[in-house]
């Protein structure tokens, strides 16, 4: 096969996710050259952290020399279904990356393309290659257009891959040239020897974090209609919903806890099933109910680093499996608590699809939206940390005064002339907030804003025809109405804020569209 090209790159941690590399053994860098289609294949799943599937791929090259490159950021987005998205995609990926890049520092010199999808029913490897020839071309003609040509484009099928880049007639194998076989390479034995996982595929990943739709979840669900009964009216009652935080994190402290001393097993789905046996359905239902209030799930974001993070991210995984049938809003919180402490303890890749989850499940989950993007930005998870920390040193030091205080969370006013910069300065957001009682896009019917000040509404489910029987988001009074994605021109102020509250400036990016997964 043709030597089209040529790229090198240090298999440390930055070249993974965009972080600084952390200290290991040995300050050694792995230099890894690759020179073929062949070995830029295998490289795919190193480079990306897992192995991609119905996605399209573009990896940047920086400080070329004659025909050499360094890998730089990645961005991966889902292929659309439809064809005629197909150029809006590829022009919203290359926009992407190259922008992201520059933001910064190092603009790309150049790229590889990848395109990756499995045969469908009565389909081959070679189909697949000759049905994404036109995408894989967009992609090509995207980054052309911003003067950052691609070098390579390959297409991924059934253990076999194509050039489409060959520039000699007949070189290349009609039926495409078989994959190494996985962990053989240089290069694997490169990315082992620098401590870099390759996980299974994106699919196994979201798995862990969806609801049951095993025999289960009929008696969870019972088990969320009668907290639900239990805990809504003493979170609408002032005087006794900080109660009913501090029994949510009185709960959550003790589980977490449990999962702490849990003896260890091997393996995700052995690990997953062990956590579901140590959480009750009432004890999950709950913390699922609790941690819709927007102060409990900030209070309880402070479980993110040393021996807490862990667990805590067990225990958020095993909530969002708990948020069945009717409750799938009800994720939203625990997904975005997951997304944020993997963010934490430096797995992007989890945080990003946890963050994307919670957004599937409530579009308007300003929390989340907010920890996409700062995440795809590749900014640092620190201020975050921090704004975190000093809330909970002032909640500790402020006492039971703060706690039993009924004034209104949340207070709008005019914009100071020269804000305070806030946490997450530099995250955009928009909020498609509604007046109660008017429909979304989605035709499901707006509910009053809660607590968490972030939009609620009440749904009717598909589960044999069924309705929830209660809603179970709480309501609040007009004074805490607004939130703090109100349109406007106005500027959030809160008692306490939290990463949830942070001020954002700025508006969406003008595809209105979700941003591709970026790393680098």
């Not at 798995?207 to 969870?220: F, K, N, V, Y």
């Not at 797995?347 to 993007?373: G, T, V």
């Not at 009440?458 to 309501?475: E, F, I, N, S, V």
Request: charged share 25%; hydrophobic share 35%.
């Amino acid at each position: 096969m043709t030597n089209h090209s040529e790229a090198t790159g240090p298999f440390e941690n930055d070249d993974m996710s965009g972080q600084q590399p952390s200290a290991g053994p040995a300050d050694h860098v792995t230099q890894v050259t690759l020179r073929t289609p062949a070995e830029l294949a295998d490289a795919l799943p190193y480079l990306l952290g897992y192995r991609p599937e119905d996605s399209m791929v573009l990896v940047a090259l920086h400080d070329h020399t004659g025909r050499r490159g360094r890998f730089g950021g990645r961005a991966r987005l889902g292929i659309p279904a439809a064809e005629e998205d197909w150029e809006a995609a590829a022009r919203q990926l290359a926009r992407g990356l190259v922008t992201g890049s520059e933001r910064r520092g190092s603009r790309p010199e150049r790229m590889v393309a990848y395109v990756c999808q499995e045969p469908g029913p009565g389909e081959s490897g070679r189909d697949v290659k000759r049905r994404l020839e036109r995408l894989a071309h967009l992609m090509r003609t995207e980054c052309g257009s911003l003067d950052v040509p691609v070098i390579e484009a390959l297409c991924i099928s059934d253990g076999r891959f194509w050039s489409y880049c060959c520039p000699v007639e007949g070189c290349c194998p009609e039926d495409g040239s078989p994959m190494g076989l996985p962990g053989t390479s240089v290069l694997a034995a490169a990315a082992t020897y620098a401590g870099i996982q390759v996980r299974g595929t994106l699919r196994e990943l979201r798995a862990r974090l969806r609801p049951w739709e095993t025999g289960a979840a009929l008696e969870q669900e019972v088990a969320l209609d009668a907290a639900g009964m239990s805990l809504v009216p003493r979170i609408l009652d002032e005087t006794s919903r900080q109660k009913v935080a501090e029994e949510t994190l009185d709960l959550a402290e003790r589980i977490i806890r449990r999962y702490r001393t849990a003896s260890p097993v091997p393996g995700t789905h052995p690990a997953d099933a062990r956590d579901d046996n140590l959480l009750a359905d009432d004890e999950a239902a709950t913390l699922i109910l609790g941690l819709q209030d927007r102060t409990t799930r900030d209070r309880a974001a402070a479980w993110m680093e040393g021996d807490d993070a862990g667990p805590a991210l067990r225990l958020w995984r095993a909530l969002a499996r708990r948020c069945v049938g009717p409750y799938g809003e009800h994720a939203a919180a625990p997904l975005t608590l997951a997304g944020w402490v993997a963010w934490s303890m430096g797995d992007e890749l989890e945080a990003r699809e946890a963050l994307a989850m919670a957004l599937a499940a409530d579009p308007d989950y300003l929390f989340a939206r907010l920890l996409h993007q700062a995440c795809n930005e590749g900014l640092d998870p620190e201020a975050v940390r921090r704004c975190l920390r000093t809330d909970s040193t002032r909640r500790t030091t402020m006492g039971t005064a703060e706690l039993t205080d009924p004034a209104p969370r949340t207070t709008l006013t005019a914009p100071p002339q020269a804000p305070e910069p806030a946490p997450a300065a530099g995250i955009q957001a928009d909020d498609h907030s509604a007046p109660s009682g008017s429909r979304t896009g989605r035709q499901r019917r707006r509910r009053a804003r809660t607590a968490d000040g972030e939009d609620g509404r009440q749904t009717a489910h598909a589960k044999g025809g069924r309705r929830r029987r209660a809603d179970t988001r709480p309501r609040t009074s007009a004074a805490e109405s607004s939130g703090p994605g109100t349109r406007g021109p106005v500027t959030t102020h809160t008692r306490g804020t939290g990463p949830g509250e942070a001020t954002t400036g700025g508006a969406r990016s003008d595809t209105g569209r979700p941003q591709p997964e970026e790393n680098g």
